[in-house]
């Protein structure tokens, strides 16, 4: 099992930068090493996106949707963490960003995530 806690969101102008951090506490089963975490984001009356998501020890990822090319998923194996700096902040990505986590190779659907973080706030003023 493991717990996400995101943090780093906040109220930032366009074109700006954030990184969001999802640490990760193992509590049972695999590593953290082996699950895939993922950042998801969802907008009021928007289905849930993937946004980013990264395998293993970093060197698989993936990006979708408007943040590709803009984003930047990467993981610090120390500290159970993983990143997302978001560069050339829009208006668009104003939402809840959401940590999410299986046991497994990456996914942009998020039905196939075990656990999720409480998400924490990105709002972009143009």
């Known amino acids: 099992q493991v717990q996400l806690m995101e943090s780093g969101g906040d109220s930032v102008q366009a074109g700006g930068s954030l990184r969001l951090s999802c640490t990760a506490s193992?509590?049972?089963?695999?590593?953290?090493?082996?699950?895939?975490v993922a950042w998801f984001r969802q907008a009021p009356g928007k289905e849930r996106e993937g946004v980013a998501g990264i395998y293993g020890s970093g060197s698989t990822s993936y990006y979708a949707g408007s943040g590709e090319g803009r984003f930047t998923i990467s993981r610090d194996n120390f500290k159970n963490t993983v990143y997302l700096q978001m560069n050339s902040l829009k208006s668009e990505d104003t939402t809840m960003y959401y940590c999410a986590a299986r046991g497994g190779s990456c996914s942009a659907r998020d039905p196939v995530y075990d656990f999720w973080g409480q998400g924490t706030q990105v709002t972009v003023s143009s």
């Open positions: 193992v509590v049972s089963g695999r590593t953290y090493s082996n699950y895939c």
